[in-house]
């Protein structure tokens, strides 16, 4: 079985081919990250913080095959990203950023500050390395040939440059240039091309608002063949020095054979405003220390009202007038979860906080969540959003009953449902696991209040995070949709229609992946995934050893060719489940995971299948006579394709099919 396994998870892979991907903001990106490197929560991958001497690397968790596995000839590639170094002061800053092409993700033998997170003294320029890098440098070091502290280069196995050259662009032609400052705090487009034919790798740098310029920076006659490994890694690498400075990418497209897709600037997460400089330590720890001390010692109840004031003080602007019955007052939100506390904390999900809490007057329990919201841009569609939302009802819904906005805040307010999140129920040796009924009256509830967002509502609604632990449990164990909606916060951009992609990777519909874009057919994806959740009590994606994932959808999809699909369910159900209702769960999760959405039913049809007023169609008949397998999940686990590069799939594919026969 393992072994069908493999070649399944094999096949699947090989069809999505070479690696290619975009990153507009990287809140979903399958990066690995280590040292000082994070994603901050609006998107920005932060290479380094304001810590001195520190490194951080990110790496797309994936490794690439870069060679031909025929003749070894090192892959054409090309690759765009957006950066931006801002340093505490406007002249001086840490060491800069490096893309980084390496056999291996383990750079922590590497050095910060002119090593730039890369090599060490003695490894530098050791050809063992196998390391190709552009550096973006930003301090001069002598010992390592560096022009000045301001430029980019071409590194192959260590810092001594093979060439390079100030940093800057050329306007119209080779004749005009135009110098750029790595240092400026501005974000900056780089391109890193090499073609395997002409062996040539060019590197193009550019202000964000300039289209790119026809003469690249620099131009370096190389083959890479005998450099690079089969199998390599990309990411970035930096370092600071002992000025602060913050290292960021803001977006990132990659490619191996191809042209890498053109960001959207648009589209790129928003650095942090520049001069907020973090609060002194008198603010921090002097200032509440005396006003402490002045409440105390004065005794006058003064500064303690304005503090109190100002504590409770939340944001009302004429556009919000209108929404009157929906605001909450923040100090009775505040009183009712007890300040926030930690004690309250109903849990984390990926946009904020969630406390519980009892309106001081109605004695209504409820859910508060907590979202920051770094911009106010678009803060105003979406509270007209939220509100009309709010008007949604439906007994599978988390009802929304009101919000509260309070400086970068918004705090929303919903029903509080007593038994938690669904996935509570189904992994990690639960408590209490759902017996079959509940879970068949679950899914079906789950199923109604998506069709109802899809279909009965005045405005079409897509949810965009279907999964289990947003599907919450009353009283009754019924199923309810939570968090509906939220997503949006994140979208509102210049293009309504494409957005930074949100979502769980492994609910995430491949094209949704691909274009940014949500429809009800992503939601549809997402809730396949569930379905196959709920029935087998597994999550979508299991990490089970490194680089080796349990894709759930395939390890169903492996049963369901064996002919033996009830077998995958979840054995905490023992015997007590109606095997037709299973099978039905099964077979609609892998109909509902067709990578082609032109395949996935509606979530109209998905109601009429479940409550079997519809026959489901011959899964046999969909879904492999398209050119062989369609559940593919080609984004993100390329790792398999990788281990097996060789094989031809079309014969794999074949012997597959008549043995699933
Ligand atoms: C920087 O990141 C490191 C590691 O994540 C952390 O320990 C440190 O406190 C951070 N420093 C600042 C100034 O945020
Ligand atoms: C090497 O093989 C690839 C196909 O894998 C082909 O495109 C390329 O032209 C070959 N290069 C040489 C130098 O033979
Ligand atoms: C230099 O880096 C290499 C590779 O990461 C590592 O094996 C070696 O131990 C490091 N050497 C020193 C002196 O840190
Ligand atoms: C390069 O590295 C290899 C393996 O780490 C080592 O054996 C070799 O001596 C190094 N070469 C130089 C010139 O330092
Ligand atoms: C651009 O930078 C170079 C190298 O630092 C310098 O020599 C030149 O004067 C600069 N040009 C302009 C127009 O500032
Ligand atoms: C690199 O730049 C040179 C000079 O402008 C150009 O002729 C060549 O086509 C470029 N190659 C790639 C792969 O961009
Ligand atoms: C990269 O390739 C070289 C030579 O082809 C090999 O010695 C080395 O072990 C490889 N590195 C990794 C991490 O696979």
């Not at 690439?64 to 025929?70: D, N, Q």
Request: proline letters at 4%.
């Amino acid at each position: 079985m393992f072994f069908r396994l493999a070649v399944l998870v094999l096949l699947v892979n090989s069809i999505a081919g070479d690696v290619n991907f975009i990153y507009q903001g990287f809140r979903q990106a399958n990066l690995i990250l280590d040292g000082l490197a994070e994603v901050t929560f609006n998107g920005l991958l932060k290479l380094t913080n304001d810590t001195r001497q520190q490194k951080g690397h990110a790496f797309y968790s994936s490794p690439v095959k870069f060679k031909s596995s025929t003749n070894g000839t090192a892959f054409s590639f090309s690759t765009t990203f957006v950066f931006a170094i801002v340093p505490e002061y406007p002249t001086l800053s840490g060491h800069g950023i490096a893309f980084v092409i390496s056999p291996t993700r383990d750079l922590s033998g590497g050095l910060a500050s002119q090593f730039l997170g890369l090599f060490n003294e003695s490894n530098n320029g050791n050809s063992s390395n196998h390391v190709v890098a552009v550096e973006l440098d930003t301090i001069q070091n002598k010992e390592l040939n560096d022009i000045d502290d301001n430029h980019v280069g071409i590194d192959i196995n260590g810092l001594k440059s093979e060439v390079s050259h100030g940093a800057g662009y050329y306007v119209n032609g080779p004749d005009q240039f135009s110098n750029l400052t790595l240092i400026s705090g501005r974000p900056m487009l780089v391109w890193v091309e090499y073609d395997s034919l002409e062996q040539i790798m060019n590197v193009t740098l550019a202000p964000i608002n300039v289209p790119k310029p026809k003469v690249p920076l620099l131009s370096l006659p190389i083959d890479l063949s005998p450099l690079v490994n089969d199998t390599v890694y990309v990411g970035f690498s930096s370092s600071t020095g002992s000025v602060l400075t913050s290292h960021y990418i803001l977006g990132w497209s990659f490619m191996i054979n191809g042209k890498a897709e053109e960001l959207d600037i648009s589209q790129l997460p928003k650095l942090p405003r520049r001069g907020t400089k973090q609060p002194t330590k008198f603010w921090t720890i002097g200032m509440p220390l005396i006003s402490l001390t002045l409440v105390f010692a004065t005794g006058s109840g003064m500064v303690y009202f304005i503090r109190r004031k100002r504590k409770f003080a939340d944001e009302v602007e004429d556009w919000e007038l209108e929404y009157g019955p929906q605001r909450f007052k923040y100090k009775d939100l505040y009183v009712a979860t007890k300040g926030f506390k930690d004690k309250g904390l109903l849990g984390t999900g990926g946009f904020g906080r969630v406390y519980k809490g009892v309106l001081p007057t109605s004695k209504l329990e409820v859910a508060v969540k907590r979202v920051s919201h770094e911009s106010r841009q678009g803060m105003r569609e979406f509270v007209a959003e939220i509100v009309s939302i709010g008007r949604l009802r439906h007994r599978n819904l988390v009802q929304l009953l009101g919000y509260c906005r309070r400086k970068t805040e918004l705090l929303l307010v919903y029903d509080y449902m007593p038994n938690g999140s669904l996935d509570k129920y189904l992994y990690d040796e639960p408590m209490v696991t759902l017996t079959w009924r509940q879970r068949f009256r679950v899914i079906k509830g789950v199923a109604s209040g998506l069709f109802y967002l899809h279909e009965e509502w005045e405005q079409v609604v897509v949810h965009r995070d279907v999964k289990a632990s947003n599907v919450l449990l009353d009283g009754e164990l019924n199923g309810r949709l939570g968090d509906f909606g939220l997503a949006r916060l994140y979208d509102h951009g210049t293009d309504p229609r494409t957005t930074h992609v949100v979502g769980t990777l492994g609910y995430l519909a491949p094209e949704h992946t691909r274009t940014g874009k949500a429809t009800t057919k992503t939601d549809v994806f997402s809730f396949g995934a569930f379905l196959l959740e709920v029935a087998c009590g597994r999550r979508p994606i299991e990490q089970q050893a490194e680089n080796e994932n349990m894709i759930l959808v395939d390890l169903v999809y492996s049963f369901w060719l064996r002919g033996e699909i009830l077998e995958v369910r979840d054995p905490k159900l023992g015997t007590d489940f109606v095997a037709e209702e299973v099978e039905l769960v099964l077979n609609l999760g892998l109909l509902c995971s067709n990578s082609d959405p032109r395949f996935r039913p509606s979530m109209r049809q998905v109601v009429q299948y479940l409550e079997m007023d519809l026959p489901l169609p011959d899964l046999s008949a969909l879904g492999l006579t398209a050119g062989g397998l369609t559940f593919t999940h080609g984004e993100g686990f390329d790792d398999f394709a990788l281990s097996y590069p060789s094989l031809d799939t079309s014969s794999v594919a074949e012997s597959l099919l008549s043995e699933g026969r």
